[in-house]
């Protein structure tokens, strides 16, 4: 594996971070004396970030608890402290690591300086700052369902991290759905609620639905055991309604707990919203009162 690479993208205006499974595309905006001290700081966070990570990784991978465990490194700690208030179910911190990582890059690179805006994007788990006054756009997976494709989040919102789950998406799930897009307080809590919330969207033992055990597929991976879906096929209205349902009830439950602000649904052409009227997400615009 290379070491830490930075580059900046052809538009001149996106860092490009790779190192090993992390891939991250940075922004800023703001005055240029400004920007060059952030990047500057991201770059330099992003040499030990993943290096900090393998050193615990082996606890990382185990269940989490309501009693949150004592890790090392920050990014570490921040996973934990998103999944630990989740724990009564099955859930390890490597279900809010790439929330957490871009948490622990955007902390890194607006410390001390002056932007308006900044985000990470790590993968499409989004970290986002916002000084007062300003706002941001962004895309949304699970489209085609009638629902926009963009969203604006507010400076006075209290959203500052977007995630996406599902099926068809880069990390393992046990449920069905193709997208769960949940915003939430930072990246990390976005990441580990997206996970679980998409792992309810499910009907289990349908046999439309292709499972294996996650570690035939990765056999490091956290699931160890427990099945992932690989496959759905075609599916009634009716059931879709019911895995829908399923995984809603989960994020209205998350919801009223104030673990998330919001999350998006997607099955099958489907859609369900929990936290704001789908027709003010239809418009693409995110407000809370």
């Known amino acids: ?7 900046w993208l ?18 800023g905006f703001g005055a240029k004396d400004e920007l060059h ?9 992003f040499q030990t970030i993943l290096p900090e990570l393998v050193e615990e990784l082996t606890e990382l991978r185990r269940p989490a608890s309501t009693s949150p465990r004592r890790f090392t490194g920050p990014t570490a700690r ?12 099955f859930i390890t911190p490597m279900a809010a690591v790439a929330g957490s990582v871009a948490d622990e890059m955007l902390a890194a690179m607006v410390a001390g300086s002056r932007l308006d805006r900044a985000y990470v994007n790590n993968g499409g788990d989004i970290a986002l700052y916002l000084a007062p006054g300003q706002q941001m756009s962004a ?10 494709d963009r969203m604006t989040i507010r400076w006075q919102d209290p959203v500052r991290g977007i995630a996406t789950s599902g099926w068809r998406g880069r990390s393992f799930s046990r449920g069905i759905a193709d997208a769960v897009t949940v915003l939430a307080a930072n990246g990390a809590a976005a990441d580990a609620a997206a996970t679980l919330v998409a792992n309810a969207v499910d009907l289990p033992g349908h046999p439309a639905i292709v499972r294996r055990p996650a570690c035939e597929l990765a056999p490091d991976s956290d699931l160890g055991d ?11 209205p009716r ?26 649904l997607f099955l099958a052409g489907e859609h369900r919203v929990s936290g704001m009227p789908a027709e003010r997400f239809t418009r693409g615009v995110l407000s809370h009162a």
Not at 79 to 86: D, S
């Open 139 to 148: 895309a949304i997976a699970g489209t085609g369902h009638g629902l926009a």
């Open 239 to 264: 059931e879709i309604f019911r895995a829908l349902d399923a995984g809603l009830a989960v994020a209205d439950q998350m919801r009223r707990q104030g673990s998330i602000q919001t999350a998006v």
């Open 1 to 7: 594996m290379n070491g830490p690479q930075a580059s």
């Open 10 to 27: 052809p538009d001149g205006r996106r860092l490009h971070l790779n190192h090993g499974p992390i891939d991250l595309i940075v922004e």
């Open 37 to 45: 001290a952030a990047y500057s700081q991201a770059v330099e966070r």
């Open 78 to 89: 921040r996973m934990e402290a998103a999944v630990a208030p989740l724990a009564e179910q």
């Open 226 to 236: 427990r099945l992932a879906t690989t496959g759905v096929g075609l599916l009634t």
